[in-house]
């Protein structure tokens, strides 16, 4: 079965994949309105799948339940982003289903894939060797580290927020230098934690990966009929795609804020885990909670402000 099912993943996922370029090619619908989702999920699990039949690491395949968990936490934290783009006016949506429940499945469905995609991409080029013997001089104790880079992480958020034309691209990287310090302080994984045994490995395939998943990201959103456009204060002309050629510099450290987002989500969820069960079961209800009210609130938020164009 170890064996069967992902190579039966595999076959399926390259159908889909051409099929939908096939699709969209003639003009056919679903694949014009929803090429996005249907190359994106085919690419995921056929990274997941090959990994799983070379014999490399697969969360699809070996921790299905944490994969699994990782697609609502991909969603609310692309929403993050969202929501700070009220303020920012960095990017567009046009030629959306006009029917609101198909638009918001379109929505979940595109969100869920940022986290799989980074980090499968990851995994795929780890099991390739890539950077297999990078190293950095050791940092003895990075806990005075903390601090700093927590007070740099508030600076990148709170000025794009008061003066978005100049100081957007700063919320590329506010959550990593927020979210770092406490991740590293409590013991989970970090890049802090890495620098300290001198291994420069992990950070340089989120880097790759990012550029990689952003080159796609916008190849594959610049085909779609439903999708996004930039207005980039002043290198909003020099485009690659629908992306300003500079802002592809982006990419790299939002892969960053994917890791630590999602690093951090785990390190709550393995505190939580030692907690008493009924108390547990009202932290993860209230959670869950406040995280669908969020999610739903920025999504009549992207709706009202984002959205541009309907079909």
């Known amino acids: 079965m170890r064996q069967r099912l992902p190579l039966w993943v595999l076959g399926s996922s390259i159908l889909i994949f051409f ?23 085919p690419y995921i699990f056929a990274v997941e799948s090959l990994l799983a039949l070379r014999g490399g690491e697969s969360d ?26 009220f303020r920012l006016g960095n990017w567009q949506y046009v030629n959306l289903p006009a029917h609101a429940a198909e638009r918001w499945a379109g929505y979940v469905l595109s969100y869920a ?7 499968a991409t990851s995994r795929l080029l780890d099991f390739f060797g890539l950077f297999r013997s990078a190293g950095i001089a050791p940092l ?3 806990r005075p580290l903390h601090l700093p880079l927590a007070f740099t992480g508030a600076v990148f958020l709170i000025l794009p927020m008061a003066m978005p034309r100049f100081f957007f691209p700063l919320v590329w990287g506010a ?44 190849v594959w959103n610049f085909q ?8 980039v204060p002043f290198v909003g002309d020099w ?41 547990r079961r009202m932290f993860w209800f209230a959670v869950t909670a406040a995280a ?20």
Request: hydrophobic share 55%.
């Open 60 to 85: 699809l395949y070996d921790a299905p339940r944490d994969w699994l968990l990782l697609l609502p936490v991909s969603v609310t934290l692309w929403l993050f982003f969202e929501l700070l783009n």
């Open 239 to 279: 485009k690659l795609f629908e992306m300003p050629v500079l802002g592809f510099l982006g990419f790299p450290p939002f892969a960053l804020e994917c890791y630590v987002g999602a690093n951090a989500f785990l390190l709550l969820r393995e505190r939580v885990a030692q907690w008493e069960a009924s108390r």
């Open 113 to 119: 894939t940022v986290l799989p995609a980074l980090f």
């Open 140 to 142: 003895k104790d990075a």
């Open 19 to 41: 099929g939908a370029g096939v699709g969209l090619s003639l003009g056919l619908e679903p694949f014009t309105t929803w090429y996005y989702c249907f190359v994106w999920w």
């Open 292 to 311: 669908v009210v969020f999610d739903a609130l920025v999504l009549a938020g992207v709706d009202r402000f984002t959205v541009v164009s309907f079909q």
């Open 175 to 218: 959550v990593f230098l927020l979210l770092e310090p406490w991740v590293h302080g409590n013991g989970g994984r970090s890049l802090l934690g890495d620098w300290e045994r001198g291994d420069a490995r992990r950070l340089l395939l989120l880097l790759l990966s990012g550029l990689i998943c952003g080159g796609l990201w916008e």
């Open 224 to 231: 779609a009929g439903a999708k996004w456009v930039y207005h």
